[in-house]
């Protein structure tokens, strides 16, 4: 999607509608420097007010994320596009986050091992030992709920018995027993428990 375009797009629409960023903003609930962004490109309405932006522009979701008013005889080849396009951009989101899933934990394990080499090989009381190595787990500690949140929120997890692809529960993500990203968990839909690997696409 062309951002520059859509936020162009926003911009005549809004004039047309005889409405400035200011009183857009107000219609909205947000601030004018969220439309500001808009419509320089910088940025894209959010989903949960795009349908009342629409409303408010008087066009449809298609011709917002197309940038421009469609006409009927194209009205599916656009859908269809924007549609796969939406699918691309998230399964890139997820791709990063599941990368910045990987950094965080390399950096939280780093001072980990660097601590207990430090303990086992640098001569020290016992206990000073323990209170470093203890220091250490701290990063982990923290990064642990926010890794199983990417890790839950970011792709699919698979099914070996159906194939059925889903976003599970944070709890189920948090309790289940597992091997880097493959997880033992329960299918939401035939029910049977398998290990489950965690894939980007839906299908």
């Keep these: 999607m062309n951002q520059i375009k859509i936020g162009k797009f926003i911009a005549e629409r809004r004039k047309k509608a005889n409405l400035s960023q200011m009183q857009l903003a107000e219609k909205l609930n947000i601030t004018d420097r969220a439309i500001s962004k ?94 470093i190595v203890g220091v250490s787990l701290i990063p982990i500690l923290i990064a642990t709920p926010f890794a199983l949140k990417i890790e839950q929120k970011a792709g699919y997890y698979e099914c070996q018995k159906c194939k059925h692809r889903y976003v599970p529960k944070y709890s189920h993500v948090f309790f289940a027993m597992h091997v880097n990203r493959t997880r033992y968990m329960r299918c939401p839909k035939c029910e049977k428990r398998s290990w489950q690997k965690k894939v980007i696409s839906k299908e």
Aim: glycine share 6%.
């Design 38 to 131: 808009w419509e320089t490109g910088k940025s894209l309405p959010d989903s949960s007010i795009m349908l009342l932006l629409c409303d408010i522009l008087n066009i449809t979701v298609n011709d917002l994320l197309c940038g421009e008013v469609i006409t009927m005889d194209n009205y599916n080849k656009e859908l269809e596009k924007n549609l796969l396009e939406i699918v691309k951009q998230k399964e890139e989101s997820d791709k990063r986050l599941l990368r910045a899933e990987l950094v965080m934990g390399i950096c939280c394990l780093l001072p980990l091992i660097a601590s207990v080499i430090i303990a086992l090989t640098v001569p020290m009381e016992g206990w000073l030992g323990g209170v």
